[in-house]
């Protein structure tokens, strides 16, 4: 088991920042990819961007790409989601998940991990 807790959504003006944590706790954070998802009201959730188990590979929606990063620190079992130029459009509630173990990397289908946090909401005002 892994249990996951996301922090840092807030509420920000368009063109701000954010920076999101995904602490872990459970099994060895190590042997997990992790992804970040999202959902705003009324719409499926949508893929953000992962990350492989060694931080070695990193992949983004088209919509994000340029803008947000994603990192991890392994030895705070932590990963991260720094979000720049933030849009209106970037509202919704994020969700960090995670996929294993076993699996090096990360992947765009959120049916493809196996735990999730309870999300936290990012809102974005124009």
């Known amino acids: 088991q892994v249990q996951l807790v996301e922090s840092g959504g807030g509420l920000v003006q368009a063109g701000g920042s954010l920076r999101l944590s995904c602490a872990a706790s459970?099994?060895?954070?190590?042997?997990?990819?992790m992804g970040w998802f999202r959902q705003a009201p009324g719409k499926e959730r949508e893929f953000v961007a992962a990350?492989?188990?060694?931080?070695?590979?990193?992949y983004y929606a088209d919509s994000v790409k340029g803008r947000f990063t994603i990192s991890r620190d392994n030895a705070k079992s932590t990963v991260y989601l720094q979000m720049n130029s933030l849009k209106p459009e970037d509202t919704a509630v994020y969700y960090c998940?995670?996929?294993?173990?076993?699996?090096?990397?990360?992947?765009?289908?959120?049916?493809?991990?196996?735990?999730w946090g309870q999300g936290t909401q990012v809102t974005v005002s124009s």
């Open positions: 998940a995670a996929r294993g173990p076993g699996y090096y990397s990360g992947s765009y289908d959120y049916h493809d991990y196996n735990y």
């Open positions: 459970g099994r060895t954070f190590g042997v997990y990819a």
């Open positions: 990350m492989s188990w060694s931080g070695g590979r990193s």
